[in-house]
């Protein structure tokens, strides 16, 4: 349920914002990447979710383009 909520709030923003949000996510990736390499990182499985958003990101911007 979370997940197509999210959906459809992506769908609402237009293409910059949606590239916006795809730049802060994969930095946010990044930085998870690097904490969990140095053994900071509790929450593990959040790696795993903002892998999820930036497939869903990507996605809604292919069907803009495709629009």
Do not use: C, H, W
Request: glycine share 2%.
């Amino acid at each position: 349920m979370k997940a197509s909520k999210y959906l459809e709030e992506l769908r609402t923003y237009t293409p910059e914002d949606l590239n916006a949000r795809l730049v802060e996510a994969k930095k946010e990736l990044f930085n998870l990447r690097f904490q969990n390499a140095t053994n900071q990182l509790e929450n593990t499985g959040r790696i795993k979710e903002v892998r999820k958003n930036i497939a869903r990101i990507q996605t809604v911007i292919t069907e803009k383009a495709n629009a």
